[in-house]
């Protein structure tokens, strides 16, 4: 299995943008749909955004719809989120996943899960 590390995290005020990256370690980058995830304090874990091995974007989340945008660079062994126009209620720890099966990411049941890091909006 992948091995995931989320970073870019931090403490930023509304309205400012920021770019989160997860690196991968491990064996092919390339044949695993990744997928963002977020769990805000006191609340369920909830689907982000998807994006497959090929780079097509599978799902964006109607709450951040038109303000993250998710992104590969296979190259790299990275995946992106960029997160424009940010609201308190983006506050949330985020998370990367990974599953050879697109439909294992999309359910949340991918078989690797990065750390998380901690994305805090203040006003």
């Known amino acids: 299995q992948v091995q995931l590390l989320e970073s870019g995290g931090g403490e930023v005020q509304a309205g400012n943008s920021l770019r989160l990256s997860c690196t991968a370690s491990?064996?092919?980058?390339?044949?695993?749909?990744m997928g963002w995830f977020r769990r805000a304090p006191g609340k369920e874990r909830e689907r982000v955004a998807v994006?497959?091995?090929?780079?097509?974007?599978?799902e964006y989340a109607d709450a951040v719809k038109g303000r993250f945008t998710i992104s590969r660079d296979n190259a790299r062994n990275t995946l992106y989120l960029q997160i424009d126009s940010l609201k308190f209620e983006d506050t949330a720890v985020y998370y990367c996943?990974?599953?050879?099966?697109?439909?294992?990411?999309?359910?949340?049941?991918?078989?690797?899960w990065g750390p998380g890091t901690q994305v805090t909006v203040s006003s």
């Open positions: 996943a990974a599953d050879r099966s697109s439909g294992a990411v999309l359910s949340g049941t991918a078989g690797s």
């Open positions: 491990g064996p092919a980058f390339n044949s695993y749909n």
């Open positions: 994006i497959t091995l090929n780079g097509v974007v599978r």
